[in-house]
């Protein structure tokens, strides 16, 4: 069995369906829904990275200091203004097949790697030291969530001793 298949079944949460008001005269409706509302996205996430991690179904590799990252290219869109805009721009530009490599420069491959697996995960373990690598691949990815987190982690770590190791 896949791990993409193997994530789906060990992880499938508990479906319910229930009525849905109605107004008068109108045929009574059901809803098949999710019992908890969060584990629609939790599974659909844990899916993707699976899928990912197996190079399946994966539309963009990401080029960064010789290394090659695999994903999909709707759900970096979801969380980077700067992926949104190269792939939207890629669309309107080419009239045969996407580009499917792209050379992204000025990050560390370390630190575009966490910030992949957070998009896939929704976190994932630095150091102290990463944080200001982080943010500086946070901060041109224009993912604003992760450079605000570093932003503030940055300032209530900063005292006398320490400011100017921090320039």
Not at 39 to 53: E, F, N, P, S, V
Request: proline residues 2%; negative net charge.
């Amino acid at each position: 069995m896949s791990e993409t298949v193997a994530a789906m079944s060990e992880t499938t949460p508990l479906l319910v369906i229930e009525g849905v008001e109605h107004v008068e005269n109108e045929i009574p409706a059901l809803r098949l829904k999710y019992k908890n509302s969060n584990a629609h996205g939790i599974q659909t996430l844990k899916c993707l990275d699976a899928m990912r991690k197996e190079r399946q179904l994966c539309d963009v590799i990401l080029m960064v200091e010789g290394h090659e990252l695999f994903a999909h290219r709707a759900l970096l869109s979801c969380h980077s203004n700067y992926f949104l805009e190269l792939f939207l721009h890629d669309e309107n530009e080419t009239v045969t097949k996407k580009q499917m490599y792209y050379q992204i420069d000025g990050l560390q491959y370390f630190a575009l790697k966490l910030i992949i697996q957070f998009i896939y995960r929704g976190s994932f373990l630095l150091t102290l030291e990463m944080v200001p690598k982080i943010y500086l691949a946070a901060f041109q990815l224009r993912i604003e969530t992760i450079f605000k987190a570093c932003s503030n982690y940055l300032c209530e770590q900063l005292t006398e001793h320490n400011c100017l190791s921090m320039l």
